[in-house]
């Protein structure tokens, strides 16, 4: 069997749902291959086949190992930062992002960079990402409550209220921005106020459930805090 063929079965074996016989048939193609960037392909197929059996590690320096071997691939990187999100590996899935995926000309991938930003804790730099997007994109309601969000991270607590009534201002309706009010009040301790927007809210979400019964709890009335928790389980 040549070189394409025990890839094409690797591939077929992976449709099967055969993780573990499609890894086999993609390390004897490996051997076969002479060019590096054969050889990427192969090694980040055997990288998809282990991911997909469960065997993250090996997946992961697989990855690394076809990246090392053709540095331009960025499905490699992609595969990489992907896994690395999974495995909740943020400062990695950050680094892989930001070096070799990110387009600044994007606005859908600014958004993500924020996000990735807010999950290693880079506040500062997560507040100037959505920033510059109110400023391109000022109607887009989403960008106000994510960075009163980031303000509540940084204690700037009268800041993030002062976001979210301007997406408020955009829609009123907007039940991610109303959340986000009741958190900007709760940092802010005004206890009251986040009581009153959070039973405002015309939806029945988990965390309105959630943050009625820690505001009650607040509040010293531990058996209506428990009922609140109590319904929020069912």
């Known amino acids: 069997?040549?070189?394409d063929k025990y890839f094409d079965m690797g591939m077929q074996f992976m449709g099967h749902g055969k993780f573990e016989k499609a890894v086999k048939y993609f390390e004897k193609c490996l051997d076969l291959y002479e060019t590096k960037e054969h050889k990427a392909l192969c090694l980040n197929a055997r990288g998809n086949a282990l991911e997909r059996d469960e065997q993250t590690k090996k997946a992961e320096e697989t990855y690394k190992k076809a990246i090392e071997m053709d540095p331009n691939q960025k499905l490699f990187y992609n595969n990489l930062y992907n896994l690395n999100k999974f495995q909740r590996k943020n400062k990695e899935a950050l680094e892989t992002f930001e070096k070799h995926l990110y387009d600044p000309n994007d606005p859908n991938q600014k958004t993500v960079l924020a996000e990735l930003y807010t999950n290693v804790a880079k506040y500062e730099q997560a507040y100037d990402v959505y920033l510059n997007l109110i400023k391109e994109y000022p109607q887009e309601?989403?960008?106000?409550?994510?960075?009163?969000?980031?303000?509540?991270?940084?204690?700037?607590?009268?800041e993030a209220i002062m976001w979210v009534k301007k997406g408020q201002q955009i829609d009123p309706e907007n039940h991610h921005c109303n959340i986000a009010l009741?958190?900007?009040?709760?940092?802010?301790?005004?206890?009251l106020q986040a009581k009153k927007t959070?039973?405002?809210l015309k939806i029945d979400l988990f965390s309105k459930k959630w943050y009625l019964a820690y505001i009650t709890f607040l509040d010293k009335n531990y058996t209506e805090a428990w009922k609140n928790n109590e319904v929020r389980n069912e």
């Open 1 to 3: 069997m040549d070189r």
């Open 141 to 158: 309601v989403s960008f106000y409550w994510k960075i009163a969000l980031s303000c509540n991270s940084m204690g700037r607590n009268d």
């Open 182 to 191: 009741g958190i900007a009040q709760l940092f802010n301790k005004q206890i």
């Open 198 to 200: 959070f039973e405002s």
